[in-house]
């Protein structure tokens, strides 16, 4: 089932009035197993403090923050990393793309998704890159948005059991229209 939820670019000088929001996400996808860069025992608390840490970074635009939002509060998040080295400013990232588990199956992340790539698209990048579990339901999503396979690379990161797992790296040229 597919809903329409407004997706908008949150600016680091309003990310006080989401922290809440953002960290209920977070914190309900790591305890869901989403491996995104924590490991239990994770608290609200630091997922709170991993959005506040953050601030600098989109306040400089090297990264930049989407959401989504329903009844008010945000339930989807992507982020854009833009901040590439000199060789590699033709390129940007996907990371942390997150929907929360009671607002699934209704094309949240397929419009976060959409939203990144049109501003990596404005911002003058070419080929937009991500890494996920292989094998996970992000995997069919990236797919289908036509991401292609670049790579496994094992033992890449830990699980939220602190157990090391491969990691999926893919890869969409934003070059073809």
Same mark, same amino acid.
Do not use: C
């Given at each position: 089932?597919?809903?329409?939820?407004? $997706?908008?670019?949150?600016?680091?000088?309003?990310?006080?009035?989401?922290?809440?929001?953002?960290?209920?996400?977070?914190?309900?996808?790591?305890?869901?197993?989403?491996?995104?860069?924590?490991?239990?025992?994770?608290?609200?608390?630091?997922?709170?403090?991993?959005?506040?840490?953050?601030?600098?970074?989109?306040?400089?635009?090297?990264?930049?923050?989407?959401?989504?939002?329903?009844?008010?509060?945000?339930?989807?998040?992507?982020?854009?990393?833009?901040?590439?080295?000199?060789?590699?400013?033709?390129?940007?990232? $996907?990371?942390?793309?997150?929907?929360?588990?009671?607002?699934?199956?209704?094309?949240?992340?397929?419009?976060?998704?959409?939203?990144?790539?049109?501003?990596?698209?404005?911002?003058?990048?070419?080929?937009?890159?991500?890494?996920?579990?292989?094998?996970?339901?992000?995997?069919?999503?990236?797919?289908?948005?036509?991401?292609?396979?670049?790579?496994?690379?094992?033992?890449?990161?830990?699980? $939220?059991?602190?157990?090391?797992?491969?990691?999926?790296?893919?890869?969409?040229?934003?070059?073809?229209?």
């Amino acid at each position: 089932m597919s809903t329409v939820f407004p $997706i908008e670019e949150v600016r680091a000088e309003a990310l006080d009035a989401d922290l809440s929001a953002l960290a209920d996400v977070l914190h309900a996808n790591v305890l869901e197993g989403a491996s995104v860069g924590f490991v239990l025992p994770f608290t609200r608390e630091e997922a709170r403090d991993f959005w506040h840490r953050l601030r600098p970074v989109f306040q400089t635009g090297a990264r930049r923050l989407f959401v989504a939002r329903g009844e008010g509060r945000v339930v989807g998040t992507v982020q854009l990393l833009l901040d590439m080295p000199p060789n590699g400013r033709h390129r940007a990232e $996907i990371a942390k793309m997150l929907v929360h588990p009671e607002a699934r199956r209704r094309g949240l992340a397929r419009a976060l998704m959409l939203r990144a790539e049109e501003e990596a698209r404005r911002a003058g990048r070419s080929l937009l890159v991500l890494d996920t579990v292989p094998g996970n339901a992000s995997e069919a999503l990236y797919r289908s948005l036509g991401f292609q396979s670049t790579g496994v690379v094992p033992g890449y990161a830990r699980s $939220i059991h602190g157990v090391l797992e491969p990691s999926l790296f893919m890869h969409k040229s934003l070059s073809d229209p």
